[in-house]
């Protein structure tokens, strides 16, 4: 059995050995899987209550899509958005833990201060603002730091490693040290699955999930709905639910910590059945 993994979430321990699911809340016209939009308040509000209904631990809420080729959102269409967002989890659902997906240091300090906001969620661990790392050690909330190769809009272009998880366990070490040496303790690893890496380079990634519990930190694993799924079967992003699971199921027996989901209520599923299986 694996030994207790906790984060600071506003002050309260949040046991992470018990594997949690962080569903996602995108306030964006323009994210890659349509079942997840939410754009009105009252679409925002249906989408919070099914992702809590469903028994997600946390929402993460974006307004900055990252598919590939996205097109650049600026700082303050991105905070206006996130604004609503957090209005109507804040109005409805005042005790939700929250997280934000963003790279942007200025972003994040006002969801966190002005919003309660738990945790911040970098796709670009740092990479994209150089203000972010001086900001997480302010504001003292745990950081889900993601391995990307290039920015959303040439990640795909033409991904290369000569040994992708050798260059993606070094670009952690590096980072997750500096962090440390700043002060910073609750720490999230993302591997990044699709981001710049092609289908054979997240596959690869994923047989050799279980090397990154070397770190001694969580893990957050986002596979939900990808293309690495439905490139892989010739399908669609609609039609991708239960290579998502399977995967899901992967990354929990290799030691995963979070799953990041648009289908919360088929990720706890899976939990449940993991958890059974392991007594």
Known sequence: MRMPEYINVKGRLM?????????????TPDSFYGGCRAVTEDEIEKRVRQILDEGADIID???????????DVPEEEEMSRLRKGLEVIARVLPD???SVDTFRSRVAAECVER??????????????????WDTVVRLNVPYVMMHMQ???????????????????FLYFAR?????????????????????????????????HLED?????????????????IYNLLGTSPEESLNGTTVLNTVALLAGANILRVHDVREAVEAISVIRKMKK
């Open 61 to 71: 809420i974006g307004a900055y899509s990252s598919r590939p080729y996205a097109e």
């Open 96 to 98: 939700a833990v929250v």
């Open 115 to 132: 919003y309660g906001v738990a945790m911040i969620n970098d796709i670009s661990a740092g990479a994209m603002d150089a203000a972010m």
């Open 212 to 228: 990154f519990r070397l770190f001694g930190l969580p893990l957050l694993v986002g596979v939900s709905r990808k293309s690495m």
């Open 15 to 27: 046991d992470l050995s018990e594997p949690k699911v962080m569903g996602i809340l995108n306030v």
């Open 150 to 168: 290039g920015m959303p809009q040439n990640m795909q272009d033409a991904p290369h490693y000569e040994n992708v998880e050798r260059e993606v």
């Open 175 to 207: 980072r997750v040290e500096a962090l440390r040496s700043r002060g910073v303790k609750d720490i999230i690893l993302d591997p990044g699955f699709g981001f710049g890496k092609t289908l054979e380079q997240n596959y690869e990634l994923m047989a």
